[in-house]
C-alpha cells in the first residue's frame, strides 16, 4: 500500500530544481565580490603606508653651522643644498659648504656654511681686494701660509672679521740695517714703518735729528736707515747790508743812456743766528734776529728819457762824430779795446770825443789842480794799479781801467758823454 505525502513536502518535491552549470555559477559568484573589496581596501593601505615612509625619508632635521653660529633647521630634500634652500639658507657661487650641495643630506647631519665677503688685504704696505670665508683674522693668516708666518697684523688672531670692507693689515718679517751714532745693527723685525722698527730697537729721536728714510715710509726688506744726531748752537756775526739800485729816469739824458747820479755803499748788520751741526758740520742755520749798524747808500742810475731823432747824423751835440784812427796810437788802442765790448759806431764816436776833451788820449796827461792822471784821467792816477803795475806809462792799462769805470758807472760811454756835457766831468 503506498502512502501519500504531506502538501508541503510534494510541493517541494514537485517543484522545479535548477541546473548544474547554474548551481556552479552562483557557487562561485558571492565569494568573488567579497575578494575584490578586501583586495581594493589593502591597495589602499599599501599606498598610504607607501607614501608615508616617503614623506619620512624627504624630511630632514639639521644643524646648520651659519658663519660660526649653530641653529637647527627642518626641511624637506635629497641633498645638502635642497635641505638649505628650503630653510631659508641661500649659498652663492663663492661660498664654502661643507658637506657639499651636491652631497645626499641625513637625517640629524650637521652643515657648515660659510658666506664669502670683500677683505681689503694690505701687506707690507701693498694692497689688494680679496675674497675669503674666513671669520677671523688667525684664518686669514692660517689661509696665506708660510708667506707671514711670524707676521704681525693690525687686529689680534682672535678678532672676527667684519663684513665688505674690512681693512687688514699685515707686516712680515724683514731683515733691516740701522746705523745709530756711528753704531750699526742688522737685525730682524716685524714693523710695519720706519718709525715702529727705530722704537723696537729704543732709538730716541730729538727733532732736530734726521733719518735717512721719512719715519711713515713703509719697511721692505733690506733697508738701510741711517740716524744722524743734530747739536744746535746760537751765535751772531756782523753781515754785509747791500745796497740797492734805484733807477730814475731823467728826460734830459737820451733814450739808451745812463748816468750813475749816486754810487752805492754797501752797510752792515749784526745778526743772531741758531745753527745744526752734524759731526761739527753746519747743516742747517735759522736766522734770530738782524739789527743794521750801518745804513747802506743806494746806488742811484738815473735813466735816459729824450727821444733822439732816428736820423740825427753822426757828429750832433749828443753823439760827436769821430776821425780816422791812425795805427799804433792810443786811441788805435782804445778803438780795439772798445770794440772788444761791443763798443763801436756811435759807442766809440762818445768815447773818443770824451777821452779827446780829457786828456788828448795822452797817457802821461796830469791835471796839477786835481790830480786827475792819465787818458781817463783817474783821481787819482794810482787807481789804475788795479790792472797793472805799468798804469802810468801803458796805455793799455789805463784804456782798460777807463772802460771798466765806465762800465761801472754809467754804462756806456754814450753815457759817461752825456754826463761830461751836462757838469763837465764824468
Same mark, same amino acid.
Given at each position: 500500500?503506498?502512502?501519500?505525502?504531506p502538501v508541503d513536502e510534494i510541493a517541494a518535491i514537485d517543484a522545479p530544481r535548477p541546473r548544474m552549470g547554474e548551481r556552479v555559477a552562483a557557487r562561485f559568484r558571492?565569494?568573488?565580490?567579497?575578494?575584490?573589496?578586501?583586495?581594493?581596501?589593502?591597495?589602499?593601505?599599501?599606498?598610504? +603606508?607607501?607614501?608615508?615612509?616617503?614623506?619620512?625619508?624627504?624630511?630632514?632635521?639639521?644643524?646648520?653651522?651659519?658663519?660660526?653660529?649653530?641653529? *637647527?633647521?627642518?626641511?624637506?630634500?635629497?641633498?645638502?643644498?635642497?635641505?638649505?634652500?628650503?630653510?631659508?639658507?641661500?649659498?652663492?657661487?663663492?661660498?664654502?659648504?661643507?658637506?657639499?650641495?651636491?652631497?645626499?643630506?641625513?637625517?640629524?647631519?650637521?652643515?657648515?656654511?660659510?658666506?664669502?665677503?670683500?677683505?681689503?688685504?694690505?701687506?707690507?704696505?701693498?694692497?689688494?681686494?680679496?675674497?675669503?670665508?674666513?671669520?677671523?683674522?688667525?684664518?686669514?693668516?692660517?689661509?696665506?701660509?708660510?708667506?707671514?708666518?711670524?707676521?704681525?697684523?693690525?687686529?689680534?688672531?682672535?678678532?672676527?672679521?667684519?663684513?665688505?670692507?674690512?681693512?687688514?693689515?699685515?707686516?712680515?718679517?724683514?731683515?733691516?740695517?740701522?746705523?745709530?751714532?756711528?753704531?750699526?745693527?742688522?737685525?730682524?723685525?716685524?714693523?710695519?714703518?720706519?718709525?715702529?722698527?727705530?722704537?723696537?730697537?729704543?732709538?730716541?729721536?730729538?727733532?732736530?735729528?734726521?733719518?735717512?728714510?721719512?719715519?711713515?715710509?713703509?719697511? =721692505?726688506?733690506?733697508?738701510?736707515?741711517? =740716524?744722524?744726531?743734530?747739536?744746535?748752537? *746760537?751765535?751772531?756775526?756782523?753781515?754785509?747790508?747791500?745796497? +740797492?739800485?734805484?733807477?730814475?729816469?731823467?728826460?734830459?739824458?737820451?733814450?739808451?743812456?745812463?748816468?750813475? +747820479?749816486?754810487?752805492?755803499?754797501?752797510?752792515?748788520?749784526? =745778526?743772531?743766528?741758531?745753527?745744526?751741526?752734524?759731526?761739527?758740520?753746519?747743516?742747517?742755520?735759522?736766522?734770530?734776529?738782524?739789527?743794521?749798524?750801518?745804513?747802506?747808500?743806494?746806488?742811484?742810475?738815473?735813466?735816459?728819457?729824450?727821444?733822439?731823432?732816428?736820423?740825427?747824423?753822426?757828429?750832433?751835440?749828443?753823439?760827436?762824430?769821430?776821425?780816422?784812427?791812425?795805427?799804433?796810437?792810443?786811441?788805435?788802442?782804445?778803438?780795439?779795446?772798445? +770794440?772788444?765790448?761791443?763798443?763801436?759806431?756811435?759807442?766809440?764816436?762818445?768815447?773818443?770825443?770824451?777821452?779827446?776833451?780829457?786828456?788828448?788820449?795822452?797817457?802821461?796827461?796830469?791835471?796839477?789842480?786835481?790830480?786827475?792822471?792819465?787818458?781817463?784821467?783817474?783821481?787819482?792816477?794810482?787807481?789804475?794799479?788795479?790792472?797793472?803795475?805799468?798804469?802810468?806809462?801803458?796805455?793799455?792799462?789805463?784804456?782798460?781801467w777807463g772802460l771798466n769805470y765806465i762800465a761801472g758807472r754809467y754804462g756806456t760811454p754814450c753815457g759817461a758823454w752825456a754826463s761830461f756835457r751836462t757838469n763837465n766831468?764824468?
Amino acid at each position: 500500500m503506498r502512502h501519500s505525502a504531506p502538501v508541503d513536502e510534494i510541493a517541494a518535491i514537485d517543484a522545479p530544481r535548477p541546473r548544474m552549470g547554474e548551481r556552479v555559477a552562483a557557487r562561485f559568484r558571492r565569494p568573488s565580490s567579497r575578494l575584490w573589496q578586501v583586495a581594493a581596501q589593502v591597495g589602499v593601505l599599501a599606498i598610504v +603606508a607607501g607614501g608615508t615612509s616617503a614623506f619620512a625619508v624627504m624630511h630632514k632635521t639639521v644643524k646648520v653651522d651659519l658663519d660660526g653660529h649653530v641653529v *637647527s633647521k627642518s626641511a624637506f630634500g635629497r641633498t645638502v643644498g635642497d635641505v638649505l634652500a628650503g630653510s631659508g639658507v641661500s649659498v652663492g657661487a663663492r661660498d664654502s659648504v661643507q658637506p657639499p650641495v651636491d652631497t645626499g643630506a641625513s637625517d640629524g647631519e650637521e652643515i657648515v656654511v660659510r658666506h664669502a665677503h670683500r677683505l681689503t688685504l694690505e701687506i707690507d704696505g701693498k694692497s689688494q681686494s680679496v675674497w675669503t670665508t674666513a671669520l677671523t683674522v688667525g684664518e686669514v693668516l692660517d689661509a696665506l701660509g708660510s708667506r707671514t708666518s711670524g707676521a704681525r697684523a693690525s687686529a689680534s688672531r682672535s678678532q672676527a672679521l667684519g663684513r665688505d670692507g674690512t681693512l687688514l693689515r699685515v707686516s712680515t718679517a724683514k731683515s733691516i740695517h740701522v746705523v745709530v751714532d756711528d753704531t750699526a745693527t742688522d737685525t730682524a723685525t716685524t714693523a710695519s714703518t720706519v718709525r715702529d722698527a727705530l722704537r723696537e730697537l729704543g732709538v730716541v729721536l730729538s727733532a732736530a735729528d734726521r733719518v735717512s728714510v721719512p719715519l711713515d715710509t713703509t719697511l =721692505v726688506d733690506g733697508v738701510v736707515i741711517v =740716524v744722524s744726531r743734530v747739536t744746535t748752537t *746760537s751765535g751772531t756775526e756782523t753781515v754785509v747790508a747791500p745796497y +740797492a739800485t734805484v733807477r730814475e729816469s731823467d728826460p734830459k739824458l737820451p733814450t739808451g743812456t745812463s748816468v750813475v +747820479a749816486q754810487s752805492g755803499r754797501s752797510g752792515s748788520a749784526i =745778526v743772531t743766528f741758531e745753527a745744526d751741526y752734524i759731526g761739527g758740520n753746519e747743516v742747517a742755520r735759522r736766522l734770530l734776529s738782524r739789527v743794521v749798524v750801518g745804513e747802506p747808500r743806494n746806488l742811484i742810475v738815473r735813466v735816459g728819457t729824450a727821444s733822439v731823432p732816428a736820423s740825427a747824423p753822426v757828429g750832433t751835440a749828443s753823439v760827436p762824430a769821430s776821425a780816422p784812427v791812425a795805427a799804433g796810437t792810443s786811441r788805435a788802442v782804445g778803438q780795439a779795446l772798445a +770794440a772788444a765790448r761791443g763798443w763801436t759806431g756811435d759807442e766809440w764816436a762818445c768815447l773818443d770825443n770824451l777821452w779827446a776833451r780829457e786828456s788828448g788820449w795822452r797817457v802821461n796827461a796830469g791835471n796839477l789842480s786835481s790830480g786827475a792822471f792819465g787818458i781817463p784821467q783817474a783821481l787819482p792816477g794810482s787807481k789804475m794799479g788795479s790792472v797793472a803795475a805799468d798804469w802810468r806809462t801803458n796805455p793799455a792799462t789805463q784804456v782798460t781801467w777807463g772802460l771798466n769805470y765806465i762800465a761801472g758807472r754809467y754804462g756806456t760811454p754814450c753815457g759817461a758823454w752825456a754826463s761830461f756835457r751836462t757838469n763837465n766831468w764824468y
